[in-house]
């Protein structure tokens, strides 16, 4: 949705916004692909799009750039009339500008609808954020706003047929005129942030009626309802306003099984009462309602009066739903006896916990053994080069590359950054805080505190050792989850070791990691230089505790991969599985409502460079 955009239409109208979504993959300037367009909303300059745009192969710790671009539609390009096309559904009228905007795409250059603005968002960042909502200035002015949600891999698949009347509708209109009537479809998504309506379809209008029978519907279950029969929706009537500013008549809540099942009622007729503000406004009930083609993620045909219906409860005795429905309850996180594991077919996935809010921690671990060699020579692990060479050595790559990805998850941005195999005062350290603080602020703060051991009397020595760096970092995860907990949320750390050896205490740092995996913790070790690193393959190998404790740990080693990209996803694949291991074998489920959040609450970004307007369909 969009807010406060620049008028493009002159004094006497308004602009007509759509939006186009395209992908960039993993660089901002990639060749953009088309993945789709809304429909157009009339004269109004805070659109809310009905159209759900999905977006394929996100990974994490890979970039995934998406841009919007919003335009002012030209009524022209379809051969109609805007007050005409005023009256369309959202479905006929996305049909409209898919033809408009792809039959001529570049008409001598030039794209056939005036441009409003582009806005840039990385994926991974809009999941990072407050309600998984990205906000960012326009251009020519105004505010977009991309939300992101899991599409279920276990949701239903098919599509949902139906055709709503209501009678005895309010008038809301003045001097004796009749109210023309829409209804929007919206549906509730429970964000870490809070619960939100979001809509996913609008009617066509009819004309000065208040007894409408609005035309029949084929929407996707996975676009009204993510696949879940029994979310919550809502149905929402409005007075149609040729200049946007369209008067609410009234508005009830059902789910998709509710509208089924109010065809199946032994013939009576079930209607939902509509209200406005507590006060009865009228009537709506489904001529039609019935589920096409439905699926279960096991491809099993669904019947629509058993299987569809099973969790459905109906209690009202006189076959008048009231504000029926409900949405998602939050679960109970943390607090009060462990709660049994989830079985395997409930088990959330890594997005719902991202999405639910789960706090990404991390801690670096950094190797100043003399297996790195004199820091003092080109070509040596920790060699820094002169500044106005802008180059950095492998240890600062690796920082900066693993860094840049998981600080987006963290909202404090502080890490804890320690260092191992340095001696001091003719003792050798196996675990020391880098840095004046016990938390550095930032990617930049790990940086400053890594070079600045160098300018601390430290003699570089040996054994390559593990096991102190790993007992300090399940501490300091525990400790996060806790404080998380107390506000009713969730953390999870991961540990970045960087080194140049071999570890030399297998058997203890085995028995470590074993010890480990019982807190909320991943280790991820990347083998810096040109050492043989084959004495670290068991830290993948080793069946931890005969499989009774979890695989926290993954090796890599950074002169195998050519790209910041190909690095962070090696060094990242495995934690989404990991992370959500532990939090399911404890029976957490993600997420905590916060009913105060608002999507227009969240962090407004300044607007891209002008020139992304120009380059925004390659």
Request: aromatic share 10%; hydrophobic share 35%.
């Amino acid at each position: 949705n969009a807010k406060g955009l620049k008028n493009l239409s002159g004094f006497y109208n308004k602009s007509d916004p759509f939006a186009v979504v395209t992908v960039r993959g993993d660089h901002k300037d990639n060749t953009p692909e088309i993945v789709g367009r809304t429909e157009v909303c009339f004269n109004i300059l805070n659109p809310k799009w009905a159209t759900i745009i999905f977006v394929e192969d996100y990974e994490f710790g890979v970039p995934c750039y998406i841009e919007v671009g919003v335009f002012d539609f030209d009524s022209k390009t379809a051969g109609q009339s805007e007050n005409r096309l005023q009256l369309n559904d959202a479905v006929k009228n996305l049909n409209v500008v898919c033809d408009a905007s792809s039959r001529d795409l570049l008409r001598n250059g030039k794209y056939p609808h005036r441009v409003m603005g582009t806005a840039l968002f990385e994926v991974g960042d809009i999941l990072a954020s407050r309600g998984n909502v990205g906000s960012k200035k326009l251009q020519s002015g105004g505010t977009i706003y991309a939300q992101i949600e899991r599409s279920r891999e276990s949701g239903k698949k098919g599509q949902f047929k139906f055709k709503l009347r209501a009678f005895k509708l309010r008038n809301v209109q003045k001097f004796g005129s009749t109210s023309s009537p829409f209804f929007e479809l919206s549906r509730k998504v429970d964000r870490p942030s809070g619960a939100t309506w979001v809509k996913v379809y609008q009617s066509n209008v009819v004309r000065s009626d208040l007894h409408p029978i609005w035309q029949e519907a084929l929407l996707d279950i996975e676009t009204i309802c993510n696949g879940d029969l029994d979310r919550a929706m809502k149905i929402t009537v409005w007075d149609h306003r040729r200049r946007g500013n369209h008067k609410f008549i009234g508005e009830f809540e059902t789910t998709v099984n509710l509208l089924v099942k109010s065809q199946n009622m032994d013939g009576e007729i079930v209607s939902f009462d509509l209200r406005k503000q507590e006060k009865h406004t009228g009537n709506c009930e489904a001529l039609k309602a019935s589920l096409i083609g439905v699926v279960d993620v096991d491809g099993n045909a669904i019947d629509d009066e058993e299987d569809a219906l099973l969790h459905h409860h109906h209690n009202n005795n006189h076959n008048n739903i009231q504000n029926g429905g409900g949405g998602t309850s939050s679960s109970e996180q943390n607090g009060g006896p462990a709660s049994p594991p989830l079985p395997l077919q409930e088990r959330p996935e890594f997005i719902d916990y991202l999405t639910g809010g789960c706090q990404i921690s991390l801690a670096v671990a950094i190797d100043f053994t003399s297996s790195n060699g004199d820091p003092r020579k080109h070509g040596t692990p920790h060699f820094f080069h002169p500044s106005e060479s802008k180059e950095w050595n492998d240890y600062e790559k690796a920082i900066f590359a693993v860094g840049s990805i998981l600080a987006k998850y963290d909202t404090d941005q502080r890490f804890p950054v320690w260092g191992f195999g340095a001696k001091y005062n003719n003792v050798v350290r196996h675990c020391f805080q880098c840095g004046a603080e016990i938390e550095v602020e930032g990617v930049q703060g790990i940086m400053d505190a890594y070079r600045g051991v160098f300018r601390t009397p430290l003699t570089m020595s040996y054994p390559t050792r593990f096991t102190e760096v790993i007992e300090t970092a399940a501490a300091y995860a525990q400790h996060e989850q806790d404080e998380a907990s107390e506000a009713g949320q969730l953390s999870y750390t991961i540990l970045l070791i960087l080194t140049a050896g071999n570890v030399e205490d297998i058997e203890e740092t085995k028995q470590q990691l074993i010890a480990a995996s019982n807190e909320p913790l991943s280790v991820v070790i990347v083998g810096i230089g040109e050492a043989n690193f084959e004495g670290m393959d068991f830290l993948d190998n080793f069946h931890h505790n005969g499989g009774e404790s979890r695989d926290i740990t993954k090796f890599v080693q950074f002169n195998d991969y050519q790209s910041y990209n190909a690095l962070t996803q090696a060094v990242l694949d495995e934690i989404p599985h990991q992370l959500v291991d532990y939090f399911c074998s404890r029976g957490i489920l993600p997420g905590k409502v916060d009913d105060e959040f608002q999507t227009l609450d969240s962090e407004i970004l300044p607007p891209d460079e002008d020139e992304r307007t120009f380059t925004f369909l390659g």
